[in-house]
C-alpha cells in the first residue's frame, strides 16, 4: 500500500512540476509512424521509439513553428466544455520516461524489502 501511495505521490509531483503552455489553437500535424525517407538515419529508432511512447501516453504529435511537440488534452476540472493543453518538447518526454522508469524501480526495489521483512517476521 504504501508503495502504490508512493507511486501517486511521484506521478502528481511529475505531472505538476512539468511546464504547461496555456490553451492555444495548435495546428496538430499528425506524423505517421514509419516516416519514409530515402536516407537512414542514425535517429530512426529513438524517434520511432518517442513516437511508439507517445502514442501510448495518447500524446498528438504537433508541428509548431519547426519544433516538433507532443501534446495532451486534459479536461478541466468542473468542466465538460474547457479543455487544457500540455504541450511537451522531445527532450522534456525522454526525461519523463527516464523519470518514471526510476520511481518504478525504486517501487520495485520498496516493495521487495518490505515483502522480504514480511516473510522475516513470520518465521
Not at 514509419?34 to 529508432?45: C, E, H, K, L
Not at 522534456?92 to 525504486?106: G, H, I, P, S
Not at 526495489?109 to 517476521?121: L, W
Amino acid at each position: 500500500m504504501r508503495a502504490w501511495m508512493l507511486f501517486v505521490a511521484a506521478a502528481v509531483v511529475g505531472c505538476a512540476s512539468q511546464p504547461s503552455t496555456p490553451p492555444s489553437k495548435l495546428p496538430t500535424a499528425q506524423v505517421p509512424a514509419a516516416v519514409s525517407s530515402s536516407v537512414a538515419q542514425p535517429n530512426d529508432s529513438v524517434e520511432a521509439h518517442r513516437l511508439a511512447a507517445a502514442h501510448k501516453l495518447n500524446l498528438k504529435v504537433v508541428d509548431k513553428g519547426g519544433q516538433q511537440l507532443f501534446c495532451r488534452s486534459d479536461v478541466v476540472t468542473g468542466s465538460h466544455l474547457h479543455r487544457d493543453e500540455t504541450c511537451y518538447t522531445a527532450d522534456q518526454l525522454d526525461r519523463m520516461q527516464e523519470q518514471m522508469r526510476r520511481d518504478l524501480d525504486q517501487i520495485k526495489a520498496e516493495t521487495e524489502t518490505e515483502r522480504r521483512s514480511a516473510v522475516g517476521h513470520l518465521n
